[in-house]
């Protein structure tokens, strides 16, 4: 007889937790779930200015010492971006000024753009 009294409590509380989820679902119109294919998902392009303190095409490294990135709210620091568009190299001379665009990709931080 418990048995049947607990499975019963468990098949109730089963079924009005779902009909409050569902319920509750309507909050959540027009929220990106994540259903997007990653392709599909706009990367964030971000800046940053400073001076070239190394240029490695081999390695397809560059580091910059470059000031605050608010977009990301990093403060001023010295760090190594990848490059993979070789036409970036010539404007990637070390101890030249340079203000670059970069974005996430994966785990890499990766310029985009050399001004």
């Known amino acids: 007889m418990k048995l049947r009294t607990c499975t019963t409590f468990l098949a109730t509380m089963i079924a ?44 397809g490294k560059v580091t910059l010492q470059h000031g605050p990135v608010a977009s990301l709210n990093w403060p001023a620091m010295t760090m190594a971006f990848k490059v993979r568009d070789k036409a970036l190299w010539p404007r990637l001379e070390e101890g030249k000024k340079v203000e670059i665009e970069f974005t996430k990709q994966g785990a890499d931080y990766v310029v985009t753009g050399v001004k």
């Open 16 to 59: 009005t937790i779902s009909v409050f989820a569902q319920t509750h679902m309507g909050d959540m119109k027009g929220m990106d779930m994540g259903t997007k294919p990653v392709a599909e998902a706009k990367q964030q392009t971000h800046t940053a200015a400073g001076t070239v303190k190394k240029a490695d095409p081999k390695a």
